[in-house]
Nanobody, 123 residues
Framework: QVQLVESGGGSVQAGGSLRLSCTASGSIFSINYMGWYRQAPGKQRELVARVTSGGNKNYADSVKGRFSISRDNAKNTVYLQMNNLKPEDTGVYYC?????????????????WGQGTLVTVSS
């Protein structure tokens, strides 16, 4: 079993900052990508940012220059520092990990998701 546990969501005024954290635990052999997606009310889930085990990062155009993703491989943890937040950043933020699960001697690729954490930015 694999779990992704997120923390750090909340409510903030426009221009403020929040930091999200997500830790993966369980029967994990390796993790390739870790990242964050978000879903605003009435909209599809979209990629915000993700980072590989080697540290390569990519961001949605809408958050470039304001958000920063980082990762601690030893802790299986990914962070999202969000600065200069805007009302359009409001939504549920989901942690995602592209990983390999191990059970005994058997490995299996898994696309794991956290339960989501709500970020609300008021104007």
């Amino acid at each position: 079993q694999v779990q992704l546990v997120e923390s750090g969501g909340g409510s903030v005024q426009a221009g403020g900052s929040l930091r999200l954290s997500c830790t993966a635990s369980g029967s994990i052999f390796s993790i390739n990508y870790m990242g964050w997606y978000r879903q605003a009310p009435g909209k599809q889930r979209e990629l915000v940012a993700r980072v590989t085990s080697g540290g390569n990062k990519n961001y949605a155009d809408s958050v470039k220059g304001r958000f920063s993703i980082s990762r601690d491989n030893a802790k299986n943890t990914v962070y999202l520092q969000m600065n200069n937040l805007k009302p359009e950043d409001t939504g549920v933020y989901y942690c995602n990990a592209d990983l390999v699960q191990i059970t005994g001697l058997v490995t299996k690729a898994l696309d794991a998701w956290g339960q989501g954490t709500l970020v609300t930015v008021s104007s």
